[in-house]
Nanobody, 122 residues
Framework: QVQLVESGGGLVQAGGSLRLSCEAS????????MAWFRQAPGKEREFVAA????????FYEDSVKGRLTISRDRTKNAVDLQMNSLKPEDTAVYYC???????????????WGRGTQVTVSS
């Protein structure tokens, strides 16, 4: 059974940092693309960043470039999202996803985690 389990969310002040992690299990993800999406209350789920399981091919939404960094943690079979210089508008539930193609469209991904809440106070 495929599982994507997110962790690391929480409450942080504006300008602060958080590190999210998505641990993947249940199948081999070789050839997959791992992505982070987020969804704020009343808004559509939006693409944040993606990385190929091999570790290459980094993709970011324009609004997070320079502040958020996606990476593979090979020791834990996980994908991390380092979030720096956080802003109140980054407040959302952050989801980990896995799919076979790089896409900003959430429906193109096959597997999803349950999400972790990130709240940035002003």
């Amino acid at each position: 059974q495929v599982q994507l389990v997110e962790s690391g969310g929480g409450l942080v002040q504006a300008g602060g940092s958080l590190r999210l992690s998505c641990e993947a299990s249940g199948r081999t993800f070789s050839g997959y693309v791992m992505a982070w999406f987020r969804q704020a209350p009343g808004k559509e789920r939006e693409f944040v960043a993606a990385i190929r399981w091999s570790g290459g091919g980094l993709f970011y939404e324009d609004s997070v470039k320079g502040r958020l960094t996606i990476s593979r943690d090979r020791t834990k079979n996980a994908v991390d999202l380092q979030m720096n210089s956080l802003k109140p508008e980054d407040t959302a539930v952050y989801y980990c996803a896995a799919g076979l193609v790089v896409s900003k469209t959430w429906s193109r991904y096959d597997y999803w985690g349950r999400g972790t809440q990130v709240t940035v106070s002003s």
